[in-house]
Nanobody, 116 residues
Framework: ELQVVESGGGLVQPGGSLTLSCVASGFTLSTMTMSWVRQAAGKGLQWVARVSSVNRGSRYTVADSVKGRFTVSRDNAKNTLQLQMNNLKPEDTGVYYC???????WGQGTHVAVST
């Protein structure tokens, strides 16, 4: 069974940092294109970042709204995807999911709240 589990969310003040992790089981992360998406309360899903598979060049891409603040990375040895989030803003608040869209692999999400 293909599974991912996210962790690392929490409450942080504006300007603060968090690192989200996504641990995969049942498959090798590097063989799949993986994305981070988020959903604020009452709103739709927003794509945040993506790491393409090794076969597709392992390209790291982030959305314009988080460029310069968020960094996505993959640790092949730990089979883990990470999202380093710096200079967080209240609009970054939401549930963050680690996703492989093609095969419909979703985690349970991790909550990020940016507030004073």
């Amino acid at each position: 069974e293909l599974q991912v589990v996210e962790s690392g969310g929490g409450l942080v003040q504006p300007g603060g940092s968090l690192t989200l992790s996504c641990v995969a089981s049942g498959f090798t992360l590097s063989t799949m294109t993986m994305s981070w998406v988020r959903q604020a309360a009452g709103k739709g899903l927003q794509w945040v970042a993506r790491v393409s598979s090794v076969n597709r060049g392992s390209r790291y891409t982030v959305a314009d709204s988080v460029k310069g603040r968020f960094t996505v990375s993959r640790d092949n040895a730990k089979n883990t995807l990470q999202l380093q989030m710096n200079n967080l803003k209240p609009e970054d608040t939401g549930v963050y999911y680690c996703v492989h869209f093609t095969q419909g692999v979703w985690g349970q999400g991790t909550h990020v709240a940016v507030s004073t």
